[in-house]
Nanobody, 120 residues
Framework: QAQLVESGGGLVQPGGSLRLSCAAS????????MGWYRQLPGKQRELVAT??????TNYADAVKGRFTISRDSAKKVYLQMDSLTPEDTAVYYC???????????????WGQGTQVTVSS
């Protein structure tokens, strides 16, 4: 069983920073792309940022220049969030495109989500 566990959410004032972490564990052969998505109240889940195994990154326009995604291993991904605004308030989900065994197809897995609240 593969698991993604997020940490680092919380309450922060506008203009502040938070760093989210996500670690993958369990029976995993390989991970390709990892990413962060968020779900704002009353909205659909949306892309925040992704990073491939080769280090290529992609960001949503709303976070470009403020958020930075990084990986320090094949199974850990981070999201550094700076200059936060109340519009960034959401549940943030870690996502991984992974393969459990050589015989199984690639699968998308999600973490349980971590709440980020930006408020004064």
């Amino acid at each position: 069983q593969a698991q993604l566990v997020e940490s680092g959410g919380g309450l922060v004032q506008p203009g502040g920073s938070l760093r989210l972490s996500c670690a993958a564990s369990g029976s995993i052969l390989s991970i390709n792309t990892m990413g962060w998505y968020r779900q704002l109240p009353g909205k659909q889940r949306e892309l925040v940022a992704t990073v491939t195994g080769g280090g290529s990154t992609n960001y949503a326009d709303a976070v470009k220049g403020r958020f930075t995604i990084s990986r320090d291993s094949a199974k850990k991904v981070y999201l550094q969030m700076d200059s936060l605004t109340p519009e960034d308030t959401a549940v943030y989900y870690c996502n991984a495109y992974l393969k459990k065994t050589a015989a199984r197809p690639w699968e998308v897995h999600w973490g349980q989500g971590t709440q980020v609240t930006v408020s004064s």
